[in-house]
């Protein structure tokens, strides 16, 4: 069974850029020695949400990274087209207008099949019209020539 992570993706993004939102709005006391990043952040909020293990959402940083919808992992930092394409829908609206698309295309080319079929007859109708009127001519040039030529 293939599984699709679109969702988990748009929601990585998603909470990246509420987590900048939020970065600098008040002033944080830290009860903790250690201080939580934002890629431990967003892990733990994955993970509560969609049940993954941490392997997965590695991948799932790492696949951001190769889409360049993320500048870095370790500092997990989004870029200026991970903004973009976000706000855009990400990839649960990237995945329905690629389907969207072939759709439309596939319409296109059963279109075109239909059409290339009734231009198919056409010419063939065409072409048999023009040898009944060729054969026709061919007909009355026989007779203007040979037909003198009998009465003579």
Do not use: C, H
């Not at 829908?89 to 389907?99: A, D, E, F, R, W």
């Amino acid at each position: 069974m293939e599984r699709n992570y679109d969702v988990e993706l748009d929601y990585i993004l998603e909470e990246l850029i509420k987590e900048y939102e939020n970065m600098y709005k008040g002033v944080n006391f830290y009860s903790e020695d250690r201080i939580a990043t934002t890629k431990d952040k967003i892990t733990e909020k994955v993970m509560a949400k969609f049940n993954l293990k941490e392997w997965e959402i590695n991948i799932l940083f790492y696949k951001l990274l190769i889409d360049e919808y993320l500048k870095s992992v370790d500092p997990l930092t989004i870029s200026l087209e991970g903004l973009v394409f976000r706000n855009n829908g990400g990839y649960v609206q990237k995945m329905k207008s690629s389907l969207f698309e072939a759709k439309r295309l596939e319409t296109i080319q059963n279109d075109f099949k239909k059409y290339s079929f009734g231009l198919m007859i056409f010419t063939a109708v065409v072409a048999l019209g023009t040898l009944i009127s060729a054969w026709f001519f061919a007909i009355e040039i026989y007779k203007y020539y040979f037909s003198n030529d009998l009465v003579k």
